[in-house]
Structures are given as structure tokens and as C-alpha cells.
């Protein structure tokens, strides 16, 4: 998990340098798609924002924005200090310079490794349980031996010993023989055989095993404390719901479509309300346009690894996201395409319809995000048409919008208070019992031959659609959590992310089945150290979810 290289200050220039020549003090600067080479405190942003990737230290789905204050919380923990940049994490948004401030094992990862050094590896309950049978053993055969021995005292004088010494010898042979004798020399060829196959029906399930008395512990095993991201979900950010306004002269006003597939590969479909399944997403207006957004809108990058045989994303999880959603949308005017997409190589597949539609449209000037506005805005070209496609947080995005586009006709209508307020209650529903990761998008037509944007033209847009995404957990995560519970096995989930984040993933996956409130099941880790000893071990036995 560490970088290679850093851009470093030396000798009053930037120069590229091996990350193991990093010293504290040093200035260093990071951009996107750089992995941090060590642990660094932001001293200057050279861009609107900075966000990093931190899933890999505090499973936190969701990139993460920096910035240049200092925490003012106490006993703070990883996720409140957003002034530093750990070693290890991925710079997905920005640039920023920054002066470190630990290496090697000073980092927060190299304290991860140096608790790892520090743990004692803990004997099996198989060893045990050996331990146990060997030493109770010895011991009864060590009893029968003495009281063989101290019966014959009485023929230790027998004249065919040749005397009293003798004799005593002659007995103690005997009942070290019969000890030795008493001693189970196949135990361990036996026990080695039993093992050996388990290991062998466990590898007809597909279930490898490296070391054989893991077997006999998985069988003793009564709770597993599993980590959430990466482990449970695909850390993967993925658009599972989208919301449009399918008409004003009909109810309901609002059409919402679900998503399959839960990783960054081009594979799934969209379904309507009905779980049917679109045929042709793209002669929906509204998700033609939320295509030609999410394309164009964007500034990542999705690619294919043919060493690991699996898509990866360069830039923020989200926007990787929305190009995912544009290559699962398709492209309009041909009927075949769905099954023509699929005759392209992985690499050609990977972001074949973002190409197409950046290939339509000539991009002229960006506005980059901003906290204030939370928000992003592309101008565009396309046949001496001029055309701004924003996007950003629901709340900024929807105060600037006065229509809405129609998903029925395509037609563009007033945005009255009562759309608006059904839009806001599905996304209080995303964002809230859903815990998705909300952005809106719209569009307006520019006057022709504008060049450039200003926050001034980010006014009377026309509402596109709601997107909702998540880290997703894998598709074999719930059937896994059934059979360990009715194995009588607790499974306790593990996390760094948000508690509701991390409450509605355990609702996904059945950990959380017939409980409707998750009061005394669900912990941060400062609510569980605030407990008294007594409330602490009781929640231990109930415990659920441990978070933060």
C-alpha cells in the first residue's frame, strides 16, 4: 500500500523522488490519482477542494474533502482529522501540498502493521484441548506407574532379583514400560488423518485452507467480527436508484428506476417501479439526458486492468459511479445496440457510450466544484448549440432549477411547489432510509457562441433526475450472514464508516433482520467507551454493529 515515488521540495524545485527518501519537514505535492506517500499535514490547496480515497484505513465509502484548519475535537480519531493525508489513501479530487509528518512506522498504516507484529498467536481449541488430554494423561499414567511400583514392594526382596536394589530396578522397568506402553502413539497420525479430511470436503465446497487446524477452529468458531468495506460491500460505489419527473398531468408525478450490478464493470440493467426490465433505456428522455450528464459532467477516468482482469477507477468514487450508469443507459437510435456493446473487447467496453457522447459534444469551459456552491457545471457544444449540464448536493441544484424535464415527452415544464416538494420527499427517502449518496443533475440551453461560464449562469436550470448510489454490499453477503446464524454463529460487523451508513448495509445484508429499532445492537466506538463496565459487557453480548 505504499507509493513508490513523491513529488518533493528540494533544493528550492519540485522534483520526483523515491518515497522511502521522505523525511518529517519535507513539502510534498499530491494530486489526483497519487497514492500518499507518507503521513502529511495540508499546508496549501492549490485547487477548490482536495479529497482523498480513506477506505483502506477507516472504511469510509465515501471520499473524503480536506482542508487547511486543525480539528478542535477531542480524543479524535482518523476520521475527524481532515487536515492530515495518511500514507497509503489515494487522492481522488484536487491538489494540495502538504509537509510530513511521519514515515515508515510512525504512519497510521505502519501502526496498523506494528499491532499487527505484537499479536501472539493463539493456540487452537483443537491444541488445546491436546494441551489438556497430554497433560491429564500423564498424569494418570504417572499415578498407575506409582502405585505398580510401591504394590510390588512386597517382592522387591524375591532372591531371583538378586537383592533388594535389584529388584526395586527390576519394578521400576516395569512400570516405566507400562507407561510407555499406555502412551497413544497414533493420536497425532489420527488427528492429522481427521483434519486432513475436513480439509478435503471443504475443498470439494470451494473453500481453500492453508493450515489444517483452522479447520477444526472454524468448526469451534461462535462469533465472527467481519470488516464492512471491501469485506461485506465491493467498495465499488454504484448507482442503485434514480428518480425522475415522469409528468405533471398524471399521478405519481415522480418514476423511479432501480439499477443492477454492484461493481465498476459495465454489466447491469435498469428496471422500472414494476421490476421490469427496459428494453431500450435510452428512449427515456430523462435518462438519455441523465446519460449526456453524467458523461460529460465528469472527471474521471474508468479503465480496464487486463493483469487484474477487473475495471478500476481513477478520481472520485462517484463520479466513476455516473460513468458506470452511462455505459449500463447504452446509446439511442439503434435497437441492436445493447447486444452490439456486448461484442467489444472489455477494454473498447469500459467506457465506450462516454466516449460517444464526449465526441458529440465539445467541451468549452468547466466550473469546478466548490463547498459554497456544491455543485459542478460543464458548458458544452454541439451543432452551434450551447448547453451547461450541472451537477451537484439535491439541496443547490434544486433551489437553481425553475422547470423540470418530462420523462414522458421530453417536454419542459415550470417547476410548481408541489413538484418540488415530491421531489424533496424522494430524496429525504434516498438520503435517509435508503443512507444513499444523493447528487442532482440539469442542463440549460446557453445563448450560441458563449465561451465561458460564470456563477451567474448557474440559475433557471431545467431538472434533469436524482441519483442515488452506495458502496454495494456483495451479492453473496446475505445468504453467508443466514447460514452462520442458523450455525449459531453472532456475526458482528466492524467499521469505520458513518453508523447510519453502516445501519443500513447490516439492514441489507440480514443482520439486522427482525429488529426495528437498533437501539443497544449498534455502537460507535466513543458511545461503547462511555459505558459504565457492567452496560459495556452487556453490550458485548448483544452488539451488532461497532462503528466509527
Given at each position: 500500500?505504499?507509493?513508490?515515488?513523491?513529488?518533493?521540495?528540494?533544493?528550492?524545485?519540485?522534483?520526483?523522488?523515491?518515497?522511502?527518501?521522505?523525511?518529517?519537514?519535507?513539502?510534498?505535492?499530491?494530486?489526483?490519482?497519487?497514492?500518499?506517500?507518507?503521513?502529511?499535514?495540508?499546508?496549501?490547496?492549490?485547487?477548490?477542494?482536495?479529497?482523498?480515497?480513506?477506505?483502506?484505513?477507516?472504511?469510509?465509502?465515501?471520499?473524503?474533502?480536506?482542508?487547511?484548519?486543525?480539528?478542535?475535537?477531542?480524543?479524535?480519531?482518523?476520521?475527524?482529522?481532515?487536515?492530515?493525508?495518511?500514507?497509503?489513501?489515494?487522492?481522488?479530487?484536487?491538489?494540495?501540498?502538504?509537509?510530513?509528518?511521519?514515515?515508515?512506522?510512525?504512519?497510521?498504516?505502519?501502526?496498523?502493521?506494528?499491532?499487527?507484529?505484537?499479536?501472539?498467536?493463539?493456540?487452537?481449541?483443537?491444541?488445546?484441548?491436546?494441551?489438556?488430554?497430554?497433560?491429564?494423561?500423564?498424569?494418570?499414567?504417572?499415578?498407575?506407574?506409582?502405585?505398580?511400583?510401591?504394590?510390588?514392594?512386597?517382592?522387591?526382596?524375591?532372591?531371583?532379583?538378586?537383592?533388594?536394589?535389584?529388584?526395586?530396578?527390576?519394578?521400576?522397568?516395569?512400570?516405566?514400560?507400562?507407561?510407555?506402553?499406555?502412551?497413544?502413539?497414533?493420536?497425532?497420525?489420527?488427528?492429522?488423518?481427521?483434519?486432513?479430511?475436513?480439509?478435503?470436503?471443504?475443498?470439494?465446497?470451494?473453500?481453500?485452507?492453508?493450515?489444517?487446524?483452522?479447520?477444526?477452529?472454524?468448526?469451534?468458531?461462535?462469533?465472527?467480527?467481519?470488516?464492512?468495506?471491501?469485506?461485506?460491500?465491493?467498495?465499488?460505489?454504484?448507482?442503485?436508484?434514480?428518480?425522475?419527473?415522469?409528468?405533471?398531468?398524471?399521478?405519481p408525478i415522480t418514476d423511479e428506476y432501480s439499477i443492477s450490478g454492484t461493481t465498476f464493470a459495465p454489466d447491469g440493467f435498469i428496471y422500472d417501479a414494476s421490476e421490469n426490465q427496459l428494453e431500450f433505456p435510452p428512449q427515456s428522455p430523462c435518462l438519455l439526458h441523465i446519460a449526456m450528464c453524467s458523461a460529460l459532467c465528469n472527471e474521471s477516468t474508468l479503465q480496464y486492468n487486463p493483469d487484474k482482469k477487473s475495471y478500476e477507477k481513477i478520481g472520485e468514487s462517484t463520479e466513476v459511479a455516473l460513468r458506470v450508469l452511462v455505459e449500463k443507459v447504452g446509446l439511442p437510435g439503434f435497437d441492436s445496440m445493447p447486444s452490439a456493446l456486448n461484442m467489444l473487447t472489455k477494454h473498447e467496453r469500459a467506457s465506450y457510450c462516454n466516449h460517444y457522447w464526449e465526441n458529440q459534444f465539445r467541451k468549452i469551459s468547466v466550473l469546478d466544484f466548490s463547498r459554497d456552491?456544491?455543485?459542478?457545471?460543464?458548458?458544452?457544444s454541439r451543432k452551434q448549440q450551447e448547453i451547461m449540464f450541472s451537477k451537484g448536493a439535491p439541496e443547490s441544484v434544486m433551489a437553481r432549477c425553475t422547470h423540470i424535464l418530462c420523462n414522458d415527452d421530453g417536454s419542459s415544464v415550470p417547476l410548481t411547489m408541489d413538484i418540488r416538494n415530491e421531489l424533496e420527499a424522494r430524496f429525504q427517502s434516498f438520503a435517509g432510509k435508503d443512507t444513499l449518496r444523493c447528487l442532482a443533475l440539469a442542463l440549460k440551453r446557453m445563448p450560441e457562441g458563449q465561451q465561458s461560464l460564470s456563477y451567474a449562469d448557474e440559475a433557471n436550470l431545467t431538472f434533469i433526475g436524482l441519483v442515488g448510489m452506495l458502496d454495494p454490499p456483495r451479492d453473496e453477503v446475505h445468504s453467508a450472514i443466514h447460514s452462520c446464524m442458523s450455525a449459531g454463529i453472532r456475526v458482528i460487523v466492524v467499521t469505520g464508516d458513518n453508523k447510519s451508513t453502516a445501519e443500513s448495509l447490516c439492514r441489507q445484508i440480514g443482520a439486522f433482520e427482525h429488529l426495528d429499532d437498533f437501539t443497544g445492537y449498534s455502537y460507535t466506538a466513543s458511545e461503547f467507551e462511555g459505558l459504565p463496565p457492567l452496560e459495556r459487557a452487556n453490550a458485548l453480548r448483544r452488539m451488532v454493529l461497532f462503528s466509527r
Open positions: 500500500y505504499q507509493a513508490d515515488v513523491a513529488t518533493v521540495l528540494r533544493n528550492g524545485c519540485f522534483s520526483i523522488l523515491p518515497a522511502t527518501e521522505l523525511v518529517p519537514g519535507d513539502i510534498v505535492e499530491v494530486g489526483v490519482g497519487c497514492k500518499v506517500p507518507a503521513d502529511m499535514r495540508m499546508v496549501e490547496m492549490l485547487s477548490h477542494q482536495l479529497r482523498v480515497d480513506q477506505a483502506i484505513l477507516t472504511g469510509e465509502s465515501c471520499s473524503v474533502a480536506k482542508e487547511l484548519d486543525s480539528t478542535s475535537a477531542m480524543n479524535a480519531v482518523y476520521q475527524d482529522k481532515t487536515n492530515i493525508l495518511f500514507s497509503g489513501t489515494v487522492v481522488v479530487a484536487g491538489r494540495a501540498r502538504a509537509v510530513v509528518i511521519g514515515v515508515g512506522s510512525n504512519t497510521a498504516m505502519g501502526s496498523i502493521r506494528d499491532a499487527m507484529l505484537r499479536t501472539e498467536d493463539e493456540a487452537t481449541p483443537l491444541k488445546k484441548k491436546l494441551d489438556e488430554f497430554g497433560t491429564f494423561l500423564a498424569k494418570v499414567i504417572a499415578g498407575i506407574c506409582i502405585l505398580v511400583w510401591v504394590v510390588n514392594i512386597g517382592h522387591f526382596r524375591d532372591p531371583s532379583h538378586g537383592g533388594f536394589l535389584r529388584g526395586a530396578i527390576h519394578y521400576f522397568k516395569v512400570a516405566v514400560a507400562l507407561a510407555v506402553a499406555a502412551i497413544p502413539e497414533g493420536l497425532p497420525a489420527v488427528v492429522t488423518t481427521c483434519l486432513a479430511l475436513g480439509t478435503k470436503r471443504m475443498a470439494r465446497l470451494n473453500a481453500i485452507v492453508r493450515s489444517l487446524p483452522s479447520v477444526e477452529t472454524l468448526g469451534c468458531t461462535t462469533v465472527i467480527c467481519s470488516d464492512k468495506t471491501g469485506t461485506l460491500t465491493t467498495n465499488m460505489m454504484s448507482v442503485s436508484k434514480v428518480c425522475v419527473v415522469r409528468s405533471v398531468h398524471q399521478r456552491r456544491k455543485m459542478m457545471s460543464v458548458l458544452c
